[in-house]
């Protein structure tokens, strides 16, 4: 038998942790009847930060590890495609295009791993100490925190000043005032307190496109996965790809509604942007997508095609 190590940054009582990646360890070692065993490791108790976990994975550190490519700006570009502004609202059809596309036009960003799932979570939106967000206007001069290059653009392109920051690092943050407000999807709220610290909270109409969403890799190391005898490579490759991907999508979506919750039972405010603000937030942040192509052209690679 086998035990595999899984990292990630995530915290042991969040959404991801114990509805995704503990629910997917369990079933593979179901199925492999013992024979694959995990040890998990939620919160970087291995060591190193969330920005390391993609190079503990190709490096043999660690076996597994669940991360955000745009925690290494610029590393893998082409992926950042999903990060552009009103991409999509459903997280489990996303996630499932993420998987076809990276097989697709760009599997070597990810050579040096073997990936087992690639996905998106929910819809992102603004959470603010102290001033509510009820149009691009008021985003004006204040600190957000985003995760990844696109969405740190995004956040410029509306007004606000942008600070890139791992997730973890949030409530710190927020309570030392380093940034005003952050953007999340609602999902993962409870586990950085974001609800205590925050008192506005301001999200798109439902069925409008998305303020963002970020992309997120599980992902083995390549020696590793080569090393497994036949019928248990079989079992990883039964709970990896598409299908895989779409899961825990559509997992990490359904977070919202009690992440959402958490809000409203303190008595925060939500405000839901108009047609016409959310028209006036897609005009504004326009013109990222035709930087991306830019950017991807000057790299070589069919910019157009790739957004398309």
């Known amino acids: 038998s086998v035990t595999l190590k899984f990292h990630t940054f995530m915290a042991p ?5 114990l509805s995704m990646h503990k629910p997917w360890m369990e079933k593979v070692e179901k199925e492999s009847g013992g024979r694959i065993k995990f040890e998990g490791y939620p919160a970087m108790q291995l060591g190193g930060t969330p920005v390391q976990l993609y190079d503990q994975a190709r490096d043999g550190v660690v076996d597994i590890v669940w991360t955000l490519p745009g925690n290494t700006a610029g590393r893998f570009p082409r992926v950042e495609v999903f990060e552009l502004p ?5 997280a489990e059809a996303t996630s499932k295009a993420f998987w076809e596309y990276v097989q697709t036009y760009c599997a070597d960003e990810f050579k040096d791993t073997h990936p087992i799932a690639l996905q998106v979570h929910g819809p992102g939106m ?15 001069g204040l600190k957000m925190r985003g995760p990844t290059r696109q969405v740190t653009k995004l956040l410029a ?7 890139g920051m791992p997730l973890p690092q949030i409530p710190d943050a927020l309570s030392k005032g380093t940034v005003d407000g952050c953007v999340i999807p609602w999902e993962v709220v409870p586990s950085v307190k974001v609800h205590e610290l925050c008192k506005f909270h301001s999200e798109f109409p439902a069925g409008s496109p998305a303020l963002y969403t970020t992309t997120f890799v599980m992902t083995m190391n390549k ?28 997992i990490q979506q359904g977070g919202d509604i009690p992440g959402r919750k958490v809000a409203v039972d303190r008595a925060n405010t939500i405000y839901t942007f108009t047609k016409e603000q959310t028209d006036e937030f897609i005009r504004l942040s326009s013109k990222i997508d035709d930087e991306w192509v830019a950017d991807m052209d000057k790299r070589g690679h069919n910019g157009r095609q790739l957004l398309q």
Not at 238 to 246: H, I, L
Request: net charge positive; no cysteine; charged share 20%.
């Open 13 to 17: 009582l969040s959404n991801v942790w």
């Open 86 to 90: 009103f991409m999509m609202n459903n």
């Open 126 to 140: 603004f959470h603010t100490v102290g001033k509510p967000i009820r149009s691009a206007a008021d985003l004006k």
């Open 157 to 163: 392109s509306v007004g606000a000043a942008p600070v």
């Open 223 to 250: 020696a590793r996965y080569d090393s497994l005898a036949p019928d248990l490579k079989k079992i990883i490759d039964a709970n990896s790809g598409m299908g895989a991907s779409a899961w825990l999508g559509k």
